[in-house]
């Protein structure tokens, strides 16, 4: 809802990016630190993202350990970028929890509307593609939205498909080819 009254009601040429975070490798931190740790962290990300942005600005858990920023009036997409490493760098800092340190880092896809999308599915679904690319190029980064990474994304998930299809199908087909030295 806060998307799309913000978009209707820019001016033309005004922008709306959707900055989707993913904290990097949060289930080692649950899973070494346990789940009340895991939630302390959640919370003090929450926090630091929440002193971070200006008050037109908004920040949603989207569950677990993904958050959406959105960052309505931009002039020219660049600029969420700039947010992007400025979160990268604020997440990057070790969190003094009471009775352990833990240092996280985070992935983020950005999607611009208009450039991007025009519609909030679209714009979060594409900013999570970006972020999984981000993830892919070494974690700890940002990543915009491209064609290319919806095509590369649309060829995996065909590829997955017919793979299980054919398996359904029996369709693949093992050889096996021994090799020997016949000196031993």
Not at 61 to 80: H, N, Q, T, W, Y
């Amino acid at each position: 809802k806060f998307f799309e009254t913000t978009r209707t009601g820019m001016a033309p040429g005004v922008k709306v990016a959707a900055i989707l975070i993913d904290l990097d490798r949060f289930k080692t931190v649950n899973d070494h630190h346990g789940h009340s740790v895991g939630d302390q962290v959640i919370k003090a990300v929450a926090d630091r993202l929440s002193n971070l942005l200006h008050k037109d600005e908004t920040i949603i858990r989207m569950g677990g350990d993904e958050f959406v920023v959105l960052l309505p009036g931009l002039s020219k997409p660049e600029d969420a970028g700039l947010v992007a490493n400025r979160i990268n760098r604020l997440l990057s800092e070790p969190l003094s929890l009471h009775e352990t340190s833990v240092v996280i880092s985070s992935s983020i896809g950005i999607s611009v509307c208009p450039d991007n999308a025009t519609d909030s599915q679209t714009l979060l679904r594409q900013a999570d593609g970006a972020m999984y690319d981000a993830k892919q190029h070494g974690r700890d980064c940002h990543r915009f939205f491209t064609p290319e990474i919806q095509a590369r994304a649309y060829s995996r998930l065909t590829m997955e498909i017919r793979i299980r299809q054919a398996l359904d199908k029996q369709e693949f087909l093992l050889h096996f080819q021994p090799k020997i030295a016949l000196s031993d």
